[in-house]
């Protein structure tokens, strides 16, 4: 804790959190000197502070430096050595290609990079679960209601959208995961590699906080995107979220979109529909942490 002049400076150490991460005390002491010369001190009352700290998703890291070695004609491994905070899967993407020789991901030549073509727009076509909702009749803010074209732009309560059982749900988290109250799993009708999600919120927006792409063998589910919940500010409005989306590097169905009602606007929060973008191929040099990646040399 150091003071910076006008008040109090609380500086945690790096890549520390928790709920509540600590607590301290502090008073305030003004010195008064007298016309005779005597200093008297007057002090306030104490003020305790609990500070709470979220964990935020941090990027992967290299954590070896490569320099390779070999003899003319002779293939060699090239190690990927990855560290990622939140031990979750990392995935791969080349960005140029050596001169002379040829690298082979899993295998295959990598000849050239090229971008995924065939894109494909489609709004949620199913709901397979859900963590609550509010108990409304006839369908009334049911999760059910994300499925299907957005119709309605207006900002407010809808009856048509999502809304969870409770306006503010207790945190709670999952190991160092990011917090969370309410969430839910959705299902596309196309395949895709997820290159990006639009959440539209009706009411409070700003609580999403994590999105997650399904494994194609349907069990677990990969992290695509990590945030945090953000507080109210100025007038609120119908509010599209489309964060930026790590690489994904599996065609998938089903998604997985966490939502923090605790730490974000106070009252109730709907979500009206949710569109996913993606492509129906995969651009070329891209793939999973561990993946093998061997350069071939051209023989001369």
């Known amino acids: 804790v150091t003071d910076p002049g006008n008040g109090v400076l609380f500086v945690p150490a790096p890549n520390a959190f928790f709920s509540p991460f600590t607590a301290f ?11 005779t010369g005597a200093n008297t001190s007057f002090t306030s009352a104490s003020v305790d502070v609990t500070v709470e700290i979220l964990p935020v998703d941090d990027s992967p890291t290299l954590t070896s430096g490569l320099f390779m070695s070999t003899r003319e004609g002779v293939s060699v491994d090239i190690p990927i ?29 990598v000849t050239s990079l090229v971008p995924a073509l065939h894109q494909v727009v489609q709004w949620v076509s199913g709901v397979l679960e859900v963590s609550s909702q509010f108990p409304g009749r006839n369908g009334r803010y049911a999760g059910q209601n994300v499925v299907g074209p957005q119709t309605d732009t207006s900002y407010g309560d809808h009856t048509d959208s999502w809304c969870a059982a409770t306006p503010n749900n207790y945190c709670f988290s999952r190991g160092t995961d990011i917090f969370f109250t309410e969430y839910i799993v959705v299902s596309i009708a196309t ?32 992290p695509l995107w990590y945030g945090k919940a953000t507080v109210c500010s100025g007038r609120l409005k119908y509010t599209i979220t489309a964060p ?57």
């Open 25 to 35: 005390r502090f008073y305030a002491v003004n010195m008064n000197t007298s016309t």
């Open 81 to 109: 050595t990855t560290y990622d905070s939140q031990n979750y899967p990392v995935s791969m993407a080349l960005t140029t290609l050596p001169v002379q020789g040829t690298l082979l991901l899993d295998g295959v030549p």
């Open 191 to 222: 395949p895709v590699y997820v290159t990006e999600v639009e959440v539209m919120e009706n009411l409070n927006p700003g609580t999403l906080t994590r999105i997650l792409a399904q494994y194609p063998n349907g069990t677990g589910f990969y």
């Open 244 to 300: 930026q989306l790590c690489r994904a590097p599996y065609l998938t169905t089903v998604l997985r979109l966490e939502f923090d009602t605790c730490h974000a606007c106070s009252g109730w929060h709907e979500i009206d529909k949710i569109r996913v973008i993606g492509t129906t191929d995969s651009a070329t040099g891209v793939g999973v942490v561990p993946s093998r990646l061997v350069f071939r040399p051209w023989s001369h």
